[in-house]
């Protein structure tokens, strides 16, 4: 299915992925842990092609997605989507609107200048809205909306695209412990019911642990870690997070997240 092999990444004299080997042979919700500057994010920006790597491969039922130019690699983005800390929605633009975004590569010019629709898309975008929730926030702006429903707009938009895989990079640093569990949950579930791979960088223990099947876990561009939660004892997080000898399992999460830190139309309305 998915398959990396010696990717690097060199920003100048600077490693920020050296020689990262991940093989994932069946739809997982993977979560990846690891100190600031560890290279998660690095890791996932470039599998989605976001960065080029310097070096090594990614391949996925076998085709290269590190040799991918113009079209071939929009292409990609679109089965290969992404998910980020800041939501990265139009603020102003209302929520359905933001969802559609989903659907842009694979719209013409005109389409996109004039914000024209299928009333399908209009429709299934708000499916998946009402999905996770939130179908009542739809003709809102996104900026009015919380932390927590802008990520699932994010995500919303996402599955707009149809994805293969989701990436989620950080996609619960800004949130409070209820949203933060809410989206999780959000991403389990579409792994479960859609048979998608689902990667997420994630910045505590306890997270990777309740809501992922298998956990890989990287210092210093390395990946040092990649196995089940169950295998991930203090003594394996000491070695990914390079604590001292006092280093606890109680101490874990608070040591991560202090190292690793934001009336209902009818779909016929937006036409």
């Not at 996925?60 to 929009?74: C, H, N, P, V, Y």
């Not at 409070?176 to 998608?196: K, W, Y």
Request: charged fraction near 25%; aromatic fraction near 6%; charge should be neutral.
């Amino acid at each position: 299915m998915l398959r990396i092999d010696a990717l690097t990444k060199r920003f100048g004299d600077k490693t920020a992925v050296n020689s990262a080997t991940i093989a994932v042979d069946a739809p997982s919700m993977i979560g990846v842990i690891g100190r600031s500057g560890a290279g998660k994010s690095t890791l996932l920006r470039m599998v989605n092609r976001l960065n080029d790597a310097s070096s090594g491969t990614i391949t996925f039922e076998g085709e290269d997605i590190t040799s991918l130019k113009g079209g071939a690699r929009r292409n990609w983005q679109s089965r290969c989507a992404m998910i980020f800390q800041q939501f990265n929605l139009v603020p102003r633009m209302d929520v359905v609107s933001n969802v559609l975004h989903g659907t842009l590569n694979r719209r013409s010019t005109v389409a996109t200048l004039f914000n024209l629709y299928p009333q399908t898309d209009i429709y299934q975008a708000i499916e998946i809205l009402d999905r996770l929730g939130i179908a009542e926030q739809a003709p809102k702006r996104a900026e009015a909306l919380s932390g927590g429903q802008q990520q699932r707009v994010a995500i919303a938009r996402a599955l707009m695209q149809d994805p293969k895989i989701i990436l989620a990079d950080e996609p619960i640093a800004s949130l409070d412990p209820m949203n933060a569990q809410v989206v999780m949950q959000s991403l389990r579930t579409i792994h479960e019911e859609d048979g998608r791979t689902v990667i997420a960088n994630l910045h505590t223990l306890d997270t990777a642990r309740r809501y992922c099947d298998r956990v890989i876990g990287m210092r210093d561009g390395q990946i040092v870690f990649d196995g089940t939660p169950e295998q991930l004892t203090t003594g394996v997080a000491r070695d990914i997070y390079g604590a001292d000898e006092n280093f606890s399992e109680a101490a874990t999460s608070t040591e991560i997240e202090t190292l690793d830190r934001p009336k209902f139309r009818t779909p016929a309305a937006y036409v």
